[in-house]
């Protein structure tokens, strides 16, 4: 299941070029991973990049989310 950003995105472009699917870019007001792309970066780090680098800690598995809604 693929990483989600959240409304708290403040837009600081750290994500981006780490990213090695290119699977993250500007949405309507904040950046979105592109579930299509995103491979939770296996095959490249032990964890998803995206996640390590964020500031503010915006981002989240999808699967993590839906067990934290549970
Ligand atoms: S988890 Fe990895 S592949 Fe998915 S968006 Fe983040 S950096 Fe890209
Ligand atoms: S690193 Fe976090 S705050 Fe910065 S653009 Fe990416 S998701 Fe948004």
Redesign the pocket.
Known sequence: M??VIDVSCINCDM?VP????E??SMGAKHYE?DPT?????IG??DK????AVCPIDC?D?EAELRLAAK
Do not use: D, G
Request: a negative charge; glycine letters at 0%.
């Open positions: 693929p990483a994500c780490e990213c090695p699917n699977a993250i991973v792309l995103c491979t939770e970066c490249y780090y998803p990049t995206c996640i981002i598995l």
